[in-house]
C-alpha cells in the first residue's frame, strides 16, 4: 500500500491550499484516511480523518477552516485548507487504515505517504 501526498506549499496568511492524497491500492473505498501535521519541533499532531462512508472528524485548531473530503473515482483524499495561519505551517501527512470508526491517534493507521510541507507566511 502507498501513499503520494502532495499540494504543499508556500503561501500568505489567510490564502487557501489543497492537499492530496492518493493510495495505489485496489479498494480504496474500503480505508479510512487522515491527515497529520509536524512543525518544527513539534510532535505530529492529528488534523483530519474520513471514513469509508465520509464520516469526517477534525482537531479543534482547523474545525471551520479545514475541509477533508475523498473521491473513490480517483482514489483520492483532500485537505482544503482555508483561512491559513502561520502555525499552520508543518509538514503534512497522509494516512490510511480499515477502521470503521474516525480514529484520531497516530498509532491507529498503518500505512502513511511520505509527507507535503505547507509553508503560511505573514
Known amino acids: 500500500v502507498q501513499l503520494q501526498a502532495s499540494g504543499g506549499g508556500l503561501v500568505q496568511r489567510g490564502e487557501s491550499l489543497k492537499l492530496s492524497c492518493q493510495l495505489t491500492?485496489?479498494?480504496?473505498?474500503?480505508?479510512?484516511f487522515g491527515w497529520f501535521r509536524q512543525a518544527p519541533g513539534k510532535e505530529r499532531e492529528f488534523v483530519a480523518s474520513i471514513t469509508w462512508i465520509s464520516i469526517t472528524v477534525y482537531a479543534d485548531s482547523v474545525k471551520g477552516r479545514f475541509t477533508i473530503s475523498r473521491d473513490n473515482t480517483k482514489n483520492t483524499v483532500y485537505l482544503q485548507m482555508n483561512s491559513l495561519l502561520t502555525e499552520d505551517t508543518a509538514v503534512y501527512y497522509c494516512?490510511?487504515?480499515?477502521?470503521?470508526?474516525?480514529?484520531?491517534?497516530?498509532?491507529?493507521?498503518?500505512?502513511w505517504g511520505q509527507g507535503t510541507l505547507v509553508t503560511v507566511s505573514s
Open positions: 491500492e485496489r479498494g480504496f473505498e474500503s480505508f479510512a
Open positions: 494516512a490510511a487504515n480499515r477502521a470503521v470508526v474516525p480514529k484520531s491517534g497516530d498509532e491507529e493507521y498503518d500505512y
